[in-house]
């Protein structure tokens, strides 16, 4: 008798811990990353059930479509079979709303309002945008296990309270070097997603380099056909056509992810020079390369067919690109003298501009006069951003010592470069864009890209290696107030994503400054 009544009482108090655990009640205690704004806890919970569904107010498409993306995301692992449905009022106990207004102008065009009772999830915004930010916001509010791809068991519970949100900059990028080593379709869809769901904004994509030339241009064939035919290592390489790469820009902008292209010029252009004699001074094609040196090669700036060239090729990439920005390179062109190189990045910048697209450039091409709306790229030399900043130009942070993805962790990482330094996943987050350089302000600073070069990386399991879990800390870099951001709290919200990026398929890189095994997982 006693020994059962004690067996009782174990059972008892197995079940409220159990409870306990998977039923979260405080708000403000969850996991989010990017830190939101404002997050104002009520102490109870709403539970997801099979009757579930998500309302959309009115019947545009693509609220519909945001709602169908949050669906699609939840029903394989809650199988709660989740449907989207369109109203014109507040939906009935126990539901998901999304609605847009246009009134709460402190939202701006990204920012969600995500207020939860026991009763609803209501989410809205001003602008798609912010919808499917919320919505980030919601997945991460549910177990980890959420994010699994097959049935798991529930309850899918939310703790309620009204979080407000919103970024500090309006770029939020990373970026993939294609060139190096070619990633296919796929592995880019699958960094796109992952960008998303760490409310990134744009993918840059290095689409030419010495070693690959990975963008179908019809006018130009054998810059794919010759030039994208090999790699870092002298692997197979590959290249998008139009087809696949309007496929990826799709994929992107369903996202909110803006597609911005880079065709790296006059330096890094050896496998265009391979492909096309006339393209070389010397009128003769150059060999395929695949090591990784730098700053061997350059286009002729004083031929006129090279204008011709990149003309061809600024007008196929643009009609590619609804987007707003042609990256054009200009770093390293240590084979171009600088009385070449400046007039050289003038005529580049009106050849973007007469295709109605604005010019992104690393810092070098501050050397040169920047035209309005001309984005500067700081990577390496503060110098360069400054006089960037001096002609009126907006700044990019992409500093090589803190943000660069392709640097090693420390001397013992299984991938990376480390010319820049070692980047530990603190000293990746420990900074601000704004109080970096003193004469880049704020107000000079568009946001923050995390470029990931792929010298030493050849899918998407290396590259996560090195993007992962740094990613999270430059997303919330780009979003949070920097007075809201402070390592000690950020590495416990990170530890607790150490489950969910498992459950994403992420193979990040377990760095010891994190306690990924701590308790309060999720
Ligand atoms: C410098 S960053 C480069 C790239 C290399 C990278 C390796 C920049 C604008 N140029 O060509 O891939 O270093 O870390």
């Not at 009544?5 to 996991?31: H, R, V, W």
């Not at 847009?100 to 207020?115: A, C, F, H, I, V």
């Not at 707003?324 to 070449?340: A, L, M, P, V």
């Not at 790229?377 to 110098?383: G, T, V």
Request: with cysteine; hydrophobic share 35%; aromatic share 10%.
């Amino acid at each position: 008798m006693k020994f059962k009544k004690s067996a009782l009482y174990l059972l008892a108090l197995t079940a409220i811990f159990g409870q306990m655990a998977c039923t979260p009640t405080d708000l403000s205690k969850e996991n989010i990353i990017p830190k939101p704004v404002s997050v104002v806890p009520t102490g109870d919970s709403f539970d997801l059930t099979d009757q579930t569904d998500i309302y959309v107010q009115g019947e545009s498409a693509e609220q519909l479509q945001i709602g169908q993306y949050l669906a699609d995301k939840l029903n394989p692992s809650t199988g709660l079979g989740i449907e989207v449905k369109t109203t014109s009022e507040v939906p009935a106990s126990g539901n998901i709303y999304l609605s847009l207004s246009e009134n709460d102008t402190e939202l701006g065009d990204e920012g969600y309002e995500l207020t939860i009772t026991e009763k609803l999830v209501n989410l809205t915004a001003r602008k798609p945008a912010g919808l499917f930010y919320g919505l980030q916001t919601i997945r991460q509010l549910l177990p980890s296990k959420v994010e699994l791809a097959t049935a798991q068991q529930g309850p899918w519970k939310m703790a309620t309270g009204t979080i407000r949100d919103y970024p500090v900059y309006g770029y939020r990028g990373s970026m993939l070097d294609v060139a190096r080593h070619f990633f296919e379709v796929e592995e880019v869809k699958s960094l796109i997603d992952q960008l998303a769901a760490y409310k990134m904004n744009v993918l840059h994509l290095h689409l030419s380099d010495d070693q690959g030339w990975r963008i179908e241009i019809k006018s130009w064939p054998n810059l794919t056909t010759h030039g994208g035919s090999t790699e870092v290592g002298g692997g197979p390489g590959g290249f998008y056509t139009q087809e696949q790469y309007s496929d990826i820009v799709k994929y992107a902008q369903d996202r909110f992810i803006t597609i911005v292209p880079e065709i790296d010029m006059p330096g890094h252009t050896n496998a265009a020079l391979a492909s096309y004699p006339e393209l070389n001074a010397d009128g003769k094609a150059t060999e395929l390369y695949t090591g990784i040196e730098v700053g061997f090669s350059s286009l002729d700036t004083h031929k006129e067919i090279t204008y011709k060239f990149i003309d061809d090729v600024i007008r196929e990439l643009a009609a590619l690109t609804p987007g707003q920005y042609i990256h054009i390179g200009g770093d390293e062109s240590h084979s171009t003298k600088i009385e070449d190189y400046i007039p050289f990045i003038n005529r580049v910048q009106d050849i973007v501009i007469a295709n109605g697209k604005q010019v992104f450039g690393w810092d070098e091409i501050a050397l040169s006069t920047l035209k309005p709306n001309t984005v500067v790229q700081y990577w390496a030399k503060a110098e360069n951003a400054i006089k960037g900043v001096e002609q009126g130009a907006k700044v990019l942070m992409s500093p090589s010592k803190n943000a660069y993805l392709d640097m090693q962790y420390d001397s013992t990482s299984t991938f990376g470069l480390h010319w820049a330094a070692y980047i530990e996943v603190d000293k990746g987050y420990n900074w601000d864009p704004a109080n970096l350089v003193p004469e880049i302000k704020r107000e000079n600073i568009i946001g923050i890209e995390a470029p990931l070069w792929s010298e030493t990386v050849s899918n998407r399991y290396e590259a996560e290696y090195l993007i992962f879990p740094r990613l999270l800390g430059y997303a919330e870099i780009g979003w949070t107030p920097v007075e809201l951001r402070n390592w000690d709290e950020y590495k416990v919200r990170l530890a607790n994503h150490g489950e969910r990026m498992k459950a994403m398929n992420i193979s990040f890189y377990p760095s010891k400054l994190v306690d990924w095994e701590g308790t309060g997982k999720k």
